[in-house]
Every structure is written in C-alpha cells, then in structure tokens.
C-alpha cells in the first residue's frame, strides 16, 4: 500500500491581476533605418505601419527592462514582490542560456526565492507563459506568478537588410496572475507546427557563429508568414472564442501580436469584428517586440482609455517555431 | 464546372478591386500586379487566397512567386482547376 500523499489545493480559477511594460528610451524614426537600407518611408509604412520603434541602449540590458516592467506590473497587482511565487520569463533575444535570465530577475525584483525560469515561444511566448502560470496557480504550486516578455530583437535585426531591418524593437512587457473565484482567463488553444520551423529563424545557429562573421539575425519568409497569420490565425482566435464561450459581440478589446499592421487589419478583416471592438495598434510605435507586444500593448491601451478594466479581451501571439496561443482574458 | 478563362478574368477583376481598389476593367492579362494594378507582396497574398476560394484551386507561396501578371495568374488557375 503506497503511502498517503497529501495534495496542495490550489485556486478553482486565475486572472491577471496587473500589468506594466518598459520601452526603451530610444525612440529610431524610419529616417534612421533608411540611412542603411536603400527603402523610403511610405515604403516601409505601407508594408508594416511602423512609424518609430524603440531600441534598447547598452545599459537596458534584457534584465534591466525586466525588472522595470515587472515591478510596474507588481505595483499594479497591489501586491508584494515577496509574494511571487513563480517568474517566468519569454525571450529569444537574452545571449546566455545559463543560468537564466528569470533567476537573476526574479533576485533584483526583492521576490525571495520564487521558482523562477526561461521559456521559448518566440511571439508566442505571452501566452505561452500566462498558459503555464494559470496552470501553476490552478494546480496550487504558485499563488502569485509573474510573467514576463522581453526582447531586445535590435540585437537579432539585420540591419542591412531591407526586409526586415525596419521591423523589431526593443522593451518588456509584465503580467502578474493570482487566484481568482470566477474565471477570468479562457482556456488557450495554442500549438505549434514544426513542418514549417524553417519559416521564421536565426540566420547563424550560434554554434556555427564564429567572431567576425556577420551577427545572427532574423529572417523569415514574408508571404508564408503573412498567410499563416492572417488565414491560420484568425482560425485559431475564432477557436479561443468559441472555446470561452464569448462571442464577437460580447468583446471589447482585441490584442494581437504586433508583428505588422497589414496582418492586424487582415485578422480584423478575417474574424469579421465588430468595429466596437478596439483593436491594439501598437506597433506604429513600437515596432515588432515579440514575446513582448501583447502586454506591452495591453498596458498603453488601459494607460490611454482606449481599454479598461474588467474589459474582455481576445489575445492572440503567433511566431517562430511557428507556434501560436490564445486566449480570451478579463483585463486588469 | 471549371471556369472559363473570361470568367476567371472578371473574377480576379473583382477580387482586386476589392483588395486593392483598382476599376475592374483596368484588370486585363497583361497588366503587372506589383507594377500596375498597385498589389504589393502582401495584397497579393490576399489576392491568392480569395482567388483559391473563388476558384476552388491550391496555389502553394512557391507558385505566387511565378505570378507576375493578370495572365499567369489566369493560365494557372485554368490549368490547376479540378
């Protein structure tokens, strides 16, 4: 006979309970792009509605713009750093996979000794992340969790290219979840399809970088991706809806990854929204962040009026792997 | 039943002017999407998905690439409609 073991109960259901982001203090027009790339503005605007970006300086280092992201978002929650019980931290752009980047974090935000780790999900990882913390929370091994997107894809962009080198920024976006009684986060439908790994990648693995060579950069094959997202996607969103029982009409707001305007307005387009849905925009001015995009939009939509508390809110992140969740959420 | 090759044109007439705001009859086989009829890479992956559903056709993203003008793209959904 096995002996008993006891369990730990945890909440019947998760919400977010706060939000914070950081944007780098450096704002780069499209006029600073072109002075490396043979493009025009209204080229570049047209393609991907990107006006300014933010990229990060030497000392906004991914922890860096963590730990300012988080400790907005903690704030907001109302509660303690001491009463984190889980970090979480997605990023594609922080250059040493040991230790992670989610310890050092989760010591400078003061949280004591959290569980504390790094997951790659690419524009995906938002909701991979608030994916795994509900189920943290739920399953009663975490009560508070924090979960953080951060990217510093200037350090990934091909600079020269013309393609992409207008695209990414730079910043960190934060979410803390907690328990809740009623449900505020949806079930996620989310995936991933490694037949098309080769869509989106790094041009250099680093074992084969070697000093000297060009830095590894992003690329990805524009129109594939651009199908994907735009026809795959609003799939899936439709499917997160379905799956929370919410339907179009009952929606307020709706946050996609701001990875181009033309694949935001096609997704709206596609899902047919209703136009009292406000859709995030974000990008104009903050360029492609990846795991970093949704919460960083989340937060500018509740800080400008355009989305309020207890708003519902349709999320969506896709990208490299490909990969993609969503979910519909209670804003904070 | 397939359609006919003047079908397919005043089809593809409509999509792109529903996807790029082009008059239809300035939609004719040799006209450039990119150059002339203001459908730049991404339209243009629009452009083939409506065209895919109208048309009942697969065109994979390694075929749009051959899909210079008004023309290829009638010649290929002719030739790959079941």
Same mark, same amino acid.
Request: aromatic share 6%.
């Given at each position: ?81 001491? &009463? ?91 979410? /803390?979840?907690?328990? @809740? ?22 041009? /250099? ?14 690329? &990805?094959? #524009? ?26 009409? &009952? ?16 997704? /709206? ?6 136009? @009292? ?27 400008? #009026? ?27 | ?12 007439? *409509? ?19 990119? *150059? ?26 390694? *075929? ?7 023309? *290829? ?10």
């Amino acid at each position: 006979m096995p002996a008993a073991i006891n369990a730990r109960p945890g909440s019947p259901y998760a919400r977010i309970m706060g939000v914070g982001g950081y944007r780098p203090s450096r704002v780069v027009t499209n006029e600073e792009i072109l002075e490396r790339i043979d493009s025009s503005d209204e080229w570049i605007r047209s393609r991907s509605g990107i006006v300014t970006r933010h990229w990060a300086g030497e000392d906004e280092t991914v922890a860096e713009m963590s730990v300012a992201a988080a400790g907005k978002a903690i704030a907001d929650a109302g509660i303690g750093a001491e &009463q984190v019980d889980a970090v979480i931290v997605s990023t594609v752009s922080h250059f040493a996979q040991t230790p992670s980047i989610a310890t050092e974090i989760a010591h400078r935000l003061g949280a004591g000794k959290p569980a504390a780790f790094d997951i790659s999900a690419a524009c995906a990882g938002f909701g991979y992340g608030v994916t795994i913390g509900t189920g943290l929370i739920v399953a009663g091994s975490a009560r508070h969790v924090l979960v953080i997107g951060v990217e510093r894809l200037s350090d990934l962009t091909d600079h020269e290219d013309r393609s992409t080198a207008f695209l990414f920024g730079d910043g960190a976006g934060a979410v /803390v979840l907690g328990p @809740s009684p009623e449900p505020a986060i949806g079930p996620t439908v989310w995936g991933s399809e490694g037949d098309k790994a080769d869509v989106i990648t790094q041009t /250099v693995p680093w074992d084969e970088y070697r000093p000297g060579d060009a830095f590894p950069a992003l690329r &990805q094959e #524009g129109q594939t991706v651009f199908r994907w997202a735009v026809y795959e996607m609003a799939k899936v969103a439709q499917e997160a809806l379905d799956a929370a029982g919410v339907a179009p009409e &009952q929606l307020d707001v709706f946050i996609p990854h701001q990875a181009n305007m033309r694949i935001i307005d096609s997704m /709206v387009k596609t899902l047919k929204l209703p136009e @009292s849905v406000a859709v995030a925009r974000d990008i104009e001015t903050t360029g492609n962040t990846s795991a970093a995009s949704i919460p960083l939009a989340m937060e500018r939509m509740l800080a400008t #009026g355009q989305a309020r508390s207890g708003d519902t809110a349709l999320v969506i992140g896709f990208g490299a792997g490909l990969v993609y969740a969503a979910t519909v959420v209670t804003l904070p | 039943m397939a359609a006919t090759r003047k079908e397919i044109i005043a089809g593809l007439a *409509d999509i792109v002017n529903e996807i790029a705001g082009i008059p239809q009859d300035e939609v004719t086989e040799e006209k450039s999407f990119t *150059d002339d009829l203001d459908v730049d890479s991404l339209s243009m992956v629009e452009v083939v998905v409506a065209a895919e559903e109208r048309f009942g056709v697969k065109i994979p993203d390694d *075929d749009v690439k051959g899909l210079k003008t008004v023309g *290829d793209a009638v010649g290929y959904i002719e030739s790959h409609q079941s």
